[in-house]
C-alpha cells in the first residue's frame, strides 16, 4: 500500500474537515444541485471553523497554514466526499493567494479578512467567448481615466460567477501596442455597469455557478488595480502552475473515489452465479486502474513537496494536469461500464463521477494545451536526455 507523508497534526485536520464536510456540506448538496448554486452559507460555515482560507496571517484572519499539504487535504476530502460542486478551493487557494502576492497592503487588509470569514465570495474572470487558453485573443479593455478606469466587456464560464461579491477581472489596457498589456481589477458586487447574465446549465458539477459576467463602462477605483498595470498577463501565468497542481490533487481524489465506488460495486453484483469482481476481465481492469492511480499519487505528492519548496515547474504542474485529467475521466468511464445499467442511472454516484469528470480534460487548460506545454521543454536546445542527468 502506497505510503504518504503527513504529519500527526495534519491528519488530525483531515479528520476534523472531513467531519465538517458531513455535517454541513453533504447533506444539502442535493437541493443545491436542483437549484443550481451552493448557498453562500456554506463559505461562511467553512469560514466560521477555519477551514475556508488556511493559508493568509493571522492578521488577515487566516491561520497562517502555509504548507500546501493542508490545501491538498481539503481538495481531497472534497471531491472524495462528492462535493466538489462546492468551488471552495477557487476562492480560498486560487483565487485568494492574487491579493498577497500582487497586491498592496492596504487591499489585503480591506479586501481578505471578510474573504476568510467567507462573508465575501470570490471567483477570476479571465475567459471570453473568443479567448479561452489564448489570452492574447482577449477582448475586454479598461481605459484610464483621472482617478480610476473604466473597464468594458464580458465574460463567460466564470466559475462562482453569481456568488461573487469580488471578481479579479483581466482586461487589455494598451491593445493597440501591446496585446500582452493586460491589468487585473478587482470588480466589487454593486459597482454600476457590472451585470450577470446566466447561471450556465452544465454537463456536470450541478450545483457550481458558472456564469456570464458583463462589465459596461465599470468605474473601477484605482485602489481597485491589483498590481502593477500592464502586468497581468504576468500575474495570470505565475499563478498557473498551482492553479494546475490544484486541480490535479482534486482529479486524483476524483478518480480514487470512482474506483473504490467500482469495487465495491462489483464485489456485491452477481452475473451468471457469480460476482463481477470474480470475472477476470474485473479483476485485470481494476488492477491496471490501481496501479495508474498509485503512480499518480506518488507524483502529485511529489509535486506538493517540489511546490512546498518552491521547486514546481509549469512542466511537472502541466504533467500532472494532464494525467491526473485523464486518470479521472477513465476511471470513472470504467467504473459505469462495469456497474453495467445501473451505472447509467443517476441514482448510482458512478454515473455523476462520470458526468462531472469530462470537464476536468478542458479547464484549467486543456488536455492538448498540457501537451503543448510539455512537448515545448523536450523539444528545447538545452534539454537534457535522462541518462545524462545528475541526480
Not at 467531519?19 to 448557498?39: Q, Y
Request: aromatic share 12%; hydrophobic share 40%; glycine share 8%.
Amino acid at each position: 500500500m502506497l505510503q504518504r507523508q503527513f504529519t500527526e497534526e495534519q491528519h488530525m485536520f483531515r479528520d476534523a474537515y472531513r467531519k465538517f464536510l458531513a455535517a454541513e456540506i453533504v447533506p444539502h448538496m442535493e437541493t443545491w444541485r436542483e437549484s443550481g448554486i451552493v448557498d453562500r452559507e456554506a463559505f461562511r460555515r467553512a469560514g466560521e471553523q477555519g477551514f475556508l482560507m488556511i493559508w493568509p496571517d493571522e492578521k488577515y484572519g487566516g491561520m497562517g497554514d502555509t504548507d500546501f499539504r493542508f490545501e491538498q487535504i481539503i481538495i481531497e476530502e472534497t471531491s472524495y466526499a462528492r462535493v466538489a460542486d462546492w468551488y471552495n478551493t477557487l476562492h480560498s487557494r486560487l483565487v485568494g493567494p492574487y491579493f498577497t502576492r500582487f497586491g498592496s497592503e492596504e487591499q489585503c487588509q480591506r479586501l481578505l479578512p471578510k474573504c476568510v470569514s467567507g462573508e465575501h465570495v470570490l471567483a477570476i474572470a479571465m475567459t471570453e467567448p473568443d479567448a479561452g487558453s489564448d489570452l492574447a485573443g482577449m477582448r475586454s479593455n479598461a481605459v484610464e481615466k483621472d482617478d480610476h478606469w473604466v473597464l468594458n466587456g464580458s465574460k463567460v464560464f466564470i466559475s462562482n460567477g453569481i456568488n461573487a461579491d469580488l471578481v479579479i477581472a483581466a482586461a487589455k489596457t494598451d491593445p493597440e501596442n501591446n496585446p500582452h498589456a493586460m491589468t487585473l481589477f478587482v470588480v466589487e458586487r454593486g459597482m454600476e455597469g457590472f451585470e450577470r447574465g446566466r447561471n450556465l446549465k452544465k454537463m456536470g458539477l450541478k450545483a457550481q455557478d458558472t456564469a456570464e459576467l458583463f462589465f459596461n463602462d465599470v468605474k473601477v477605483p484605482k485602489a481597485n488595480v491589483l498590481g502593477e498595470p500592464g502586468k497581468g498577463f504576468y500575474y495570470l501565468m505565475e499563478g498557473l502552475a498551482e492553479e494546475r497542481l490544484i486541480g490535479a490533487a482534486g482529479y486524483l481524489s476524483a478518480a480514487q473515489l470512482s474506483w473504490d465506488l467500482t469495487l465495491n460495486y462489483v464485489k456485491e453484483r452477481k452475473a451468471f452465479g457469480k460476482t463481477v469482481a470474480a470475472f477476470q476481465n474485473t479483476q485485470f481492469k481494476l488492477a491496471e486502474l490501481r496501479t495508474e492511480l498509485d503512480f499518480a499519487q506518488a507524483y502529485v505528492d511529489y509535486c506538493v513537496t517540489a511546490f512546498n519548496a518552491g521547486d514546481l515547474t509549469a512542466v511537472d504542474a502541466a504533467k500532472a494536469k494532464l494525467a491526473t485529467s485523464e486518470l479521472q475521466v477513465k476511471v470513472a468511464d470504467v467504473g459505469v461500464q462495469l456497474h453495467g445499467g445501473n451505472g447509467y442511472m443517476d441514482e448510482y454516484p458512478i454515473s455523476r463521477q462520470y458526468t462531472d469528470a469530462k470537464i476536468s480534460t478542458i479547464y484549467a487548460g486543456s488536455s492538448e494545451v498540457m501537451k503543448i506545454i510539455i512537448s515545448r521543454d523536450f523539444l528545447a536546445e538545452d534539454y537534457t536526455p535522462f541518462n545524462t542527468r545528475n541526480f
